[in-house]
C-alpha cells in the first residue's frame, strides 16, 4: 500500500497568514492526489483534486501544487472558517490511502 | 442534489455482527462503485471497501477483510456493509462515499454521508 505523509500534524496560525501543508507519498502517484477539509465535528469536504484543481464552490485562497511524491496544500490567507483539519488523498491505485491529517488552529 | 444517508450504527458487542446501511438520492447509483470510509473517535479517515457499480468487484482494506461485505441494490438505490466478528478497533464512524467519477473504481470522493457510528464494547 502506498503511504501518505503529511506535515505537520497541527499548526497554529492567524487570520491573514500564509498556511502551507505538505503531504509526500511512499512512491510516485503522478497527480493522483486529493485535498479534504472536515471541519470539527462535520463530514470531510472536498478542496482539491489531480493535485492542484480546485473543486467548484471553493475558495480561490485554497491551492495545491506538486506531483510524483511531493504535494502542497496552501491557504493564501488564512480565516476563522478554515480551522479544521486537512487530509491528502492518494487515488493513483488500490487502496486509497489518506494522511494523517493536519489541524490547522487559528 | 446528491444525498447520502447512512444508517445501522449501534452499540454491539466483540465478536457480533451488525449492518450498515446507505440510502442514495440525486444521482445515478447504479453508474458508481461506490465507498465506505471510516473514522476512529479523535483519528484519521480510514479506506475500508469499495464495490463496482454493477456490483461484480469488491476491495477491502487488510483491516477488515475476511469480516466485512460490502454489497448494493440498484433496485433500491443503497448500499450496505456487512461486518462481522467485530472489534473494539472497529469503533468509528461509518461514511459512504460517492466517488466523482462513475467509471473508475479508485477515484477521488465529491459526496459524503453524514455518518453512523457504530460502537465496540462490552
Known amino acids: 500500500d502506498i503511504q501518505m505523509t503529511q506535515s505537520p500534524s497541527s499548526l497554529s496560525a492567524s487570520v491573514g497568514d500564509r498556511v502551507t501543508i505538505t503531504c509526500r507519498a511512499s512512491q510516485d502517484i503522478s497527480n493522483y492526489l486529493a485535498w479534504y477539509q472536515q471541519r470539527p465535528g462535520k463530514v470531510p469536504k472536498l478542496l482539491i483534486y489531480?493535485?492542484?484543481a480546485l473543486h467548484s464552490g471553493v475558495p480561490s485562497r485554497f491551492s495545491g501544487s506538486g506531483s510524483g511524491t511531493d504535494f502542497i496544500l496552501t491557504i493564501s490567507s488564512l480565516q476563522p472558517e478554515d480551522l479544521a483539519t486537512y487530509y491528502c488523498?492518494?487515488?493513483?491505485?488500490?487502496?486509497?490511502?489518506f494522511g494523517q491529517g493536519t489541524k490547522v488552529e487559528i | 442534489q446528491v444525498q447520502l444517508v447512512e444508517s445501522g450504527g449501534d452499540v454491539v458487542q466483540p465478536g457480533r455482527s451488525l449492518r450498515l446501511s446507505c440510502a442514495a438520492f440525486?444521482?445515478?447509483?447504479?453508474?458508481?462503485?461506490m465507498h465506505w470510509v471510516r473514522q476512529a473517535p479523535g483519528k484519521g479517515l480510514e479506506w475500508v471497501a469499495v464495490?463496482?457499480?454493477?456490483?461484480?468487484?469488491?476491495y477491502y482494506a487488510a483491516s477488515v477483510k475476511g469480516r466485512f461485505t460490502i454489497s448494493r441494490d440498484n433496485s433500491k438505490n443503497t448500499l450496505y456493509l456487512q461486518m462481522n466478528s467485530l472489534r473494539g478497533d472497529d469503533t468509528a464512524v461509518y461514511y459512504c462515499?460517492?466517488?466523482?467519477?462513475?467509471?473508475?473504481?479508485?477515484?477521488?470522493?465529491?459526496?459524503w454521508g453524514q455518518g453512523t457510528l457504530v460502537t465496540v464494547s462490552s
Open positions: 464495490i463496482s457499480y454493477d456490483g461484480r468487484s469488491e
Open positions: 462515499a460517492k466517488p466523482y467519477r462513475g467509471g473508475a473504481l479508485i477515484y477521488y470522493y465529491d459526496s
Open positions: 440525486g444521482f445515478t447509483f447504479s453508474s458508481y462503485g
Open positions: 488523498q492518494n487515488y493513483n491505485t488500490a487502496p486509497p490511502t
Open positions: 489531480a493535485a492542484s
